[in-house]
């Protein structure tokens, strides 16, 4: 079992930036792939991105190519997802999840809320 916790998320304007944090513990960190999703209201959950074990490979969806980037911290035990030039479409709630990639599904945390204003 992995239990994960996001942070960082909060309101800011179009074209700015945020940075979300999954801080994980429980079973080794490091034997997971993990990837970051969101689901803004009246839609379904979309993945964004994801990462391996290592670090070595990285996968994104075309709508946050360029703009997001997924890290992680094995010593930490915490995910990243650095998010620039911000749109107003970006708003939703993030979700950070475990399991395998390219789209670990298996362990999730609780969301964290980001709003994007125009």
């Known amino acids: 079992q992995v239990q994960l916790v996001e942070s960082g998320g909060g309101l800011v304007q179009a074209g700015g930036s945020l940075r979300l944090s999954c801080a994980a513990s429980?079973?080794?960190?490091?034997?997971?792939?993990m990837g970051w999703f969101r689901q803004a209201p009246g839609k379904e959950r979309e993945f964004l991105a994801a990462?391996?074990?290592?670090?070595?490979?990285?996968s994104y969806a075309d709508s946050v190519k360029g703009r997001f980037t997924i890290s992680r911290d094995n010593a930490k035990n915490t995910l990243y997802l650095q998010m620039n030039s911000l749109k107003p479409e970006d708003t939703a709630v993030y979700y950070c999840?475990?399991?395998?990639?390219?789209?670990?599904?298996?362990?999730w945390g609780q969301g964290t809320q980001v709003i994007v204003s125009s």
């Open positions: 999840a475990a399991g395998s990639y390219p789209r670990p599904k298996s362990y």
């Open positions: 429980g079973r080794t960190f490091s034997g997971y792939a």
């Open positions: 990462i391996t074990w290592s670090g070595g490979s990285t």
